[in-house]
């Protein structure tokens, strides 16, 4: 028979929300769907469950192996969702081709992967995210970076910078370079993990002209404000990365026109790990952690795969790393205050379910008691559970 340490335990990756941590992911979760209807964003719920075709097209078999999967009684292939994007991509290709587009679609939901648990970085997260889907605008790459940041700041983040980078940028100094499949992996895969170690050795071993090879050592060096554009426009090889450039300058000087530029730096080293990007992507970083609470991008070929050819941009919010990163900074929002625990001495309890219910309508969080119970037994109690007052019926 198994041990209690198996039936009490949940499974690796995973994690409970005991009731303050609980209402905190809750009052994040509803700030941030506030904020995207009032940006004109209508929610969809999309299943937990996706066909495993369903969820590598665009993405390339090399995510299968971080998907949870299992089969059906029809022995077809299903996974747990890896991600949102993908999923609402389907939706739109299946479900909603006859819309007046752009669409402008939100979501706050559970995603799973297998991933190496640590604080932030569980197998099982939550997700808050926007996709505008039928805009190849410079204008809506600006608009949902721009609620990116207005969501960081709902959800109670007040330290936090933007990095915005370009996908043409680096594709079109390989593709100049003439690098094969096999080192462009190479090298995306370095710029992914930041090793800016391995990206020399790598450049080092091709057979490039010298100024070639500090060209691309020096992308991930490419961080900072104004002034880093310009050193890339000096490097830049090709027509497609000055373009890029083009891309990421109008896209700021539209940041600056919603206020939030302050936020933002450029990252030109940024490569997004799904591979369906194909523009501008960005990540969002707070102090002490080693991992973005937000990124995204451009994607204007993963809705061709399903069928239904439509540029799209949008972003993902990590729901876990919004709270644990306002932890650290010490800004996060009051829990909903608990007001009133209500006793009453024996035949009262009319009295103040009536009292109860006249609270609650004022917007107060209180507790009946369920029997009668002496003042100073309702006192321990109300302490016990943290309210703030007690109001004894006699």
Known sequence: MPGNDFVFGIPYGTRDFLPQEATEKRNVENSLMRIFRQ?????VV???????????????????????KFFDKNNETLALRYEMTTPIARLVSSRMRDETFPLKLAYISNVFRYE?????????????????????????????IALAIESIKAAGLKDFQVCLGQ???????????????????????ALEQHDLVALARIVDDMELSP???????????????????????AIVLNEQGRRALDNLSEIYRLLQKYGVAEYVCFDLGVIR?????????????APGLGYPVCGGGRYDRLLSDFGNASPATGFALGI????????RQSGQDEVSEKAYYIAYAHDKLHDALVKAQ????????????????????AEEYRAAKGYKELIYIS
């Open 358 to 377: 006249e609270l609650r309508q004022m917007g107060n969080v209180c507790e009946t008691a369920f029997l009668p119970q002496t003042k100073q037994r």
């Open 167 to 189: 996908v043409d940028f680096i594709s079109g100094m390989m593709r100049q370079l003439q690098l094969d499949e096999q080192r462009q992996a190479r090298v995306t895969l």
């Open 116 to 144: 190496q648990a640590q604080a932030g970085r569980q197998c099982e997260f939550n997700q808050g995210g926007v996709e505008l889907i039928g805009s190849s605008s410079v204008a809506a790459d600006a608009e949902v």
């Open 211 to 233: 100024a070639a090879k500090d060209a691309m050592k020096k992308v991930p060096t490419l961080h900072g404000k104004d002034d880093v554009l310009q050193e890339a426009y």
């Open 320 to 327: 876990e790393r919004l709270l644990l990163a306002r932890a």
């Open 46 to 68: 999309t299943p937990v469950i996706e066909y495993l075709t369903t969820m590598t097209v665009g993405n390339g078999r090399y995510l299968e192996p971080h998907m949870f």
């Open 39 to 43: 940006w004109g964003y209508d929610e």
């Open 273 to 285: 790990s799904l591979n369906y990007y194909t523009g501008m992507v960005f990540e969002a970083y």
